[in-house]
């Protein structure tokens, strides 16, 4: 069974950057479309970025566009999200997540294998 975990999540000010990690074991994800999924207090989980098993679409929400880039290291068996020029809006928790059939669809109930989470806290 396929695990997934993050990691890089923390609290920093507006304007400042951290990199989110998703690492796998138990399985790989060489073949899986991996995605960022974030969600804030009181809101619905939300799609944020997508990167295809060979790196060949990335996809990124509207909000994040310009700001956040999605990698993957299929090596190392993880995946990352650089997350710069941060904003309070961009706080919430994010998930890592996996789509078995390679699919950036960006819709949560698409996703197979989820981790836990790890909290991003942007404020002043």
């Known amino acids: 069974q396929l695990q997934l975990v993050e990691s890089g999540g923390g609290l920093v000010q507006p304007g400042g950057s951290l990199r989110l990690s998703c690492r796998a074991s138990g399985g790989t994800l060489v073949h899986y479309a991996i995605g960022w999924f974030r969600q804030a207090p009181g809101k619905e989980r939300e799609g944020v970025s997508c990167i295809s098993s060979t790196s060949g679409s990335r996809t990124y929400e509207d909000f994040v566009k310009g700001r956040f880039t999605i990698s993957r290291d299929n090596a190392k068996n993880a995946v990352y999200l650089q997350m710069d020029s941060l904003k309070p809006e961009d706080t919430g928790i994010y998930y890592c997540?996996?789509?078995?059939?390679?699919?950036?669809?960006?819709?949560?109930?698409?996703?197979?294998?989820w981790g836990k989470g790890t909290l991003v806290t942007v404020s002043s």
């Open positions: 997540a996996a789509d078995v059939v390679n699919f950036c669809g960006m819709d949560p109930d698409g996703m197979d294998y």
